[in-house]
């Protein structure tokens, strides 16, 4: 075997594993999926059907909600008709109302047609994939607001939560179209990111997904913003004026997603080759991800963290940059340690050892996941660890150390005599190691 066929193995049998425990984790769960009808006009859509009859066929409860802006606006140019659209909502007259009905429908009955090709040249190629759409949505209208009517245009009212449920729950995929019915038999015109808000918090859905044209939420310099909680959310969207008016409206259905406790919103550049897959089945993803709190938490090992810890520090041990330390060790001293948690997976760790009778404590067994290094995870936990000293009344935090100098020197330590280690600590001391002592002042 080829080392390049070797190395391509290597690196699915990677990635499937650790796409497993999330394919475990979402079997079951409720999914809603929102695209613009940008996503029928080129070839994005075709991968993008796949994908979704593969979340499918793994147990996967989806709601896709599609928009239809495009169409609307390429019918409305055949009639030479025109609709205004005031703060990126549609003022949706009699003739944008019939342009609405007929685009809503052509695109679902498109999207409808490839769903039901299924999932081809597969395994599982043989698998009906059911389709349910339909009134399930009651409107109201959007009303006058600043002396405009904004006459045919309106809001979600009510979601029929139990007739969705029941079609998920027999393995369909609930399609929803931008159009609601008011109890008097009125047509409305309803904004994609409004019903998909509304059917993920009246499904109590575990995912709102966004695909999107731009690359996802960017900070000032066009930067891909990869995380963002809640309060961070907030911020950006009152700051930053320059966001693009999609992810503007992606980022306040977000914030209200979170504020009626769905888990995670996420963002997606839609001309991304399997983003859906990537960012579900990867840790770190490749959109922008809302939640009401940090997706990563530094926080005081438990028991619970054991494995974790042995799996980050045994290939350090094994490279001798870390002191061995025993399961049995680890159990005893497990309350001493401090773990940066991502996704249920402990990416970054480190202990202090504090001697409270001199003011002084050590660092140790700081570590970080190799796939995480350079991205700053030891400089947030060393901050966070002389935080926790200062606490503590700490003078002095000092770390032993044979391969990492530099890293701790360029952190404001010092090289200090290995005779000023507190007394208790200078009878461990391993001499065939050749530790060197670095140490730092704690400000108070």
């Known amino acids: 075997m080829s080392k390049d066929k070797n190395s391509k193995n290597i690196e699915f049998v990677h990635s499937f594993r650790n796409s497993a425990g999330y394919i475990n984790a979402f079997r079951g769960r409720t999914f809603v999926v929102a695209f613009g009808g940008e996503m029928l006009t080129d070839e994005q859509f075709a991968p993008l059907v796949h994908d979704i009859a593969l979340l499918n066929s793994l147990g996967i409860k989806l709601v896709l909600v599609h928009g239809a802006r495009p169409q609307i606006e390429s019918r409305l140019k055949e009639k030479k008709s025109s609709s205004e659209v005031i703060n990126d909502i549609r003022v949706t007259n009699d003739e944008a109302l019939t342009c609405v009905k007929e685009a809503s429908s ?34 109201q209208p959007y009303g006058v607001r600043d002396g405009i009517d904004y ?11 139990n007739a969705i449920n029941q079609a998920l729950d027999n393995n369909s995929i609930v399609l929803l179209s931008p159009i609601g019915y008011s109890s008097t038999g009125e047509i409305f015109n309803l ?7 509304s059917a993920a918090i009246e499904l109590n859905a575990n995912k709102l997904i966004y695909m999107v044209d731009a690359k996802g939420v960017t900070d000032k310099r066009n930067s891909l913003i990869r995380e963002l909680t809640l309060d961070d959310a907030k911020v950006l969207l009152q700051n930053n004026k320059k966001l693009d008016t999609t992810i503007q409206r992606c980022l306040s259905s977000a914030i209200k997603a979170c504020q009626h406790d769905i888990e995670r919103t996420h963002i997606l550049n839609r001309h991304i080759e399997g983003a859906l897959l990537l960012e579900l089945f990867t840790r770190d993803g490749c959109g922008t991800l809302i939640t009401p709190e940090s997706f990563e938490d530094i926080r005081t090992a438990t028991i619970d963290d054991l494995a974790g810890l042995i ?5 350090l041990e094994d490279e001798d ?20 948690e991502r996704d249920g997976m402990i990416i970054a760790c480190a202990a202090l050892y504090p001697y409270l009778n001199e003011k002084v ?9 190799p796939d995480y290094q350079g991205k700053s995870r030891g400089d947030q936990l060393l901050k966070y660890i002389e935080r926790k000293t200062k606490q503590l009344g700490i003078k002095q935090l000092f770390v032993l150390t044979t391969r990492t100098a530099h890293w701790f020197r360029e952190r404001g330590f010092s090289a200090t005599d290995i005779k000023k280690l507190p007394v208790k600590r200078k009878s461990l001391y391993n001499y065939q190691r050749q530790s060197k002592m670095f140490a730092k002042t704690i400000q108070a």
């Open 106 to 139: 052509s695109v679902r009955a498109d999207i409808e047609a490839l769903l039901s090709i299924g999932l081809t040249n597969s395994p599982v190629s043989s698998s009906r994939i059911r389709i349910i759409s339909g009134n399930f949505l009651t409107a």
């Open 361 to 369: 404590a050590e660092l140790a067994c700081l570590a970080v996941h």
């Open 311 to 315: 799996e980050l520090i045994t290939p």
């Open 191 to 197: 904004s994609v990111e409004d019903v998909a808000t």
């Open 151 to 161: 006459m045919h245009t309106g809001e979600v009212r009510k979601i029929d939560a």
């Open 321 to 340: 940059i870390l002191v061995r330390r025993s399961r049995e060790k680890l159990e005893m001293e497990i309350e001493h340690f401090t773990v940066v």
